[in-house]
């Protein structure tokens, strides 16, 4: 709960508290597709009165929100009005988090995409209405390259390349599922190999340079390419050569790296360790790989294994475990116009991202709720991932983006985005819903 000691946001208008009444909630049968009984929904009406009116039979049962909602840049958009005054912005936004917060399970996260101009904004008000101490984190994703027009004003100011993801929990801490991300080139420092285990030599292990390793067996490799016998060839070759790829990854428990991070051990039992020599030990029930430097210092062996995960093709590669730093979104963010076969680059988010997010904080079947749909991206990914989605839009696009892009994820025709990833072949469906416009008084809608 938001601990009332806190200092809080303070904006003109903020007293004016809306009074909401929830709208009714009518199916049109004409434009409900697919399986009936899906437990997905597409609402075409206002968010306030839709949220409203989804606490009657939704009340705690949501696992994730994700919105997006009009970052306030003072801009206009063909969709979206996004210069409205901040004051105004804000006193939109806190109605909306709480009614979310009153749907989310105790466990429930809402995630809220925003750029620059109030994210700073945005934190003080979710802590207040979420709790300080209930941010999961506040990632940071980069999501554009620093060209084209945005170019011209570069003598005046930075370039915006980010945005920000603020992610907060309900009631309960969730189980977070930790995400990872392929390496684009060699990760540092693992120029070790293991030649002997502790257990095949009297319980003492010994290493060597993996460059002497690689040397030998692809000796045509350091030929073709007129490259020294140094470590900075491990990571051109890695880069370059599948074989050598493979090589490391089929013996990644032996490439290792050394570190001075070492657990408490007994020092008796490392006497008599020659500098490449190492022991097993186990401390805390945990196993570690320790030696001794030429300066007697003991150091810890790190196996490459522990960074080597299963990809959904099947095959093995060497990731990087993901903080709260997302660079790589950018990429996604030049071919974003076709996926789903909807043209709405402006605000349009990658399927790969919400992918993230729901992979992070959900499992399937679980309720996913986006109270400012768009294009329908949310929705999209939610069933491509096996969830249940409840998405509202109140602008003319829930009819001409949402609504065929979602009958194409049904059908399995969007072959687009992360369908082969998910390998979605079609399936599930969803209900149409429409909200009356919503009565809501002392507060303007935006």
């Not at 949501?62 to 840049?73: F, H, L, R």
């Not at 003072?74 to 009614?99: C, I, N």
């Not at 522990?306 to 990731?319: H, N």
Request: aromatic fraction near 10%; charged fraction near 25%.
């Amino acid at each position: 709960m938001p601990n009332a000691n806190e200092p809080l946001l303070i904006w003109q208008g903020k007293e004016a508290e809306p009074q909401i009444e929830p709208c009714v909630l009518v199916e049109n049968s004409e434009k409900s597709y697919g399986d009936k009984n899906s437990g997905n929904l597409l609402i075409h009406g206002d968010n306030l009165a839709v949220l409203k009116a989804l606490d009657a039979d939704f009340a705690k049962k949501v696992k994730c929100a994700y919105i997006d909602p009009p970052y306030n840049t003072g801009a206009t958009f063909a969709h979206y009005d996004d210069s409205v005054g901040h004051g105004q912005w804000l006193s939109m936004m806190k109605p909306r988090l709480e009614l979310i917060r009153s749907l989310l399970k105790p466990d429930g996260v809402i995630t809220v995409q925003i750029g620059f101009d109030e994210m700073a904004y945005l934190k003080v008000l979710m802590d207040e209405v979420y709790g300080r101490n209930h941010c999961i984190g506040q990632i940071a994703v980069r999501m554009s390259h620093s060209a084209g027009m945005k170019r011209r004003a570069v003598d005046r100011r930075f370039i915006k390349n980010t945005e920000y993801i603020l992610m907060y929990y309900n009631e309960e801490p969730p189980k977070l599922q930790p995400l990872y991300e392929v390496c684009e080139e060699y990760p540092v420092n693992y120029y070790q190999y293991i030649s002997v285990f502790p257990q095949e030599n009297n319980g003492k292990g010994r290493y060597i340079n993996l460059i002497d390793v690689l040397y030998e067996k692809f000796k045509a490799e350091f030929d073709a390419y007129s490259l020294k016998r140094t470590n900075v060839s491990i990571k051109f070759l890695y880069s370059e050569c599948a074989n050598v790829r493979q090589f490391i990854l089929q013996n990644k428990h032996r490439v290792v790296r050394k570190d001075s991070n070492v657990p408490g051990v007994d020092a008796s039992s490392l006497s008599g360790l020659s500098e490449n020599e190492f022991i097993d030990c186990i401390t805390q029930n945990e196993h570690y790989s320790i030696g001794l430097n030429a300066s007697c210092n003991p150091y810890q062996l790190y196996s490459i294994a522990a960074k080597v995960k299963s990809m959904e093709s099947g095959e093995e590669a060497l990731t990087n475990l993901v903080g709260d730093w997302w660079g790589s979104f950018y990429k996604d963010m030049s071919r974003v116009d076709i996926e789903g076969g909807v043209k709405m680059k402006t605000s349009k988010k990658p399927e790969r991202l919400i992918e993230w997010i729901l992979t992070s904080v959900t499992s399937e079947n679980d309720i996913i709720l986006d109270a400012f749909l768009g294009s329908g991206t949310t929705a999209a990914v939610a069933m491509k991932m096996r969830r249940k989605f409840i998405g509202i839009e109140m602008g003319d696009q829930c009819l001409s983006l949402c609504l065929p892009r979602l009958r194409r994820v049904v059908d399995g025709t969007d072959t687009q985005g992360i369908s082969k990833a998910q390998f979605w072949r079609g399936g599930s469906g969803f209900t149409f819903l429409t909200g009356c416009a919503g009565a809501v008084r002392g507060a303007e809608l935006i």
